[in-house]
């Protein structure tokens, strides 16, 4: 699926090629192909993630809603052919701000607690997206908490 993913984000590239700075388009689509990749993980594709993924895309990311439907195409698509997550979370890495990634971790719980089960595998690519962009321990455990709490009062 990530491969599918990586030939989306490289469409919605700058055309220029330029690295130095990442335009917010490109910043939401490599959030929402690591936020599809939660949901995706397990290899079960819950109606409660995939509408989490669909409402946190469209408005903690505001992806467009013709790019949100093909990003919900690419989702629904269960190809087991996987590329590495590094080129995403490089560029997460590398050009977002604490803040961005933190919200991005709690997208992340969020979509995995959706559907009241968190699988162990949901839990291991949080872990290794948090500690690829260099997010501290306490703001993982953070963002995980401030998702579980939304999660009760929803």
Do not use: P
Not at 21 to 33: C, E, I, R, T
Not at 99 to 124: C, N, P, R
Request: proline fraction near 0%.
């Amino acid at each position: 699926m990530l491969n599918r993913i990586a030939k989306f984000f490289e469409r919605h590239r700058q055309a220029d090629g330029a690295e130095e700075a990442l335009s917010f388009s490109q910043k939401q689509l490599a959030a929402a192909a690591l936020l599809m990749e939660v949901a995706a993980v397990d290899r079960v594709f819950e109606d409660a993630e995939f509408n989490e993924f669909k409402h946190i895309v469209a408005n903690v990311y505001e992806i467009s809603d013709a790019d949100l439907e093909e990003l919900c195409s690419i989702a629904r698509d269960k190809q087991e052919n996987a590329t590495s997550l590094y080129q995403f979370t490089q560029l997460i890495n590398d050009h977002c701000t604490t803040e961005e990634k933190f919200t991005l971790v709690k997208s992340m719980w969020q979509i995995a607690l959706a559907d009241g089960d968190l699988d162990k595998y949901e839990e291991h690519l949080i872990r290794r997206v948090a500690e690829l962009i260099y997010l501290s321990h306490t703001d993982f455990l953070v963002a995980r908490n401030a998702a579980r709490d939304q999660a009760k009062t929803v």
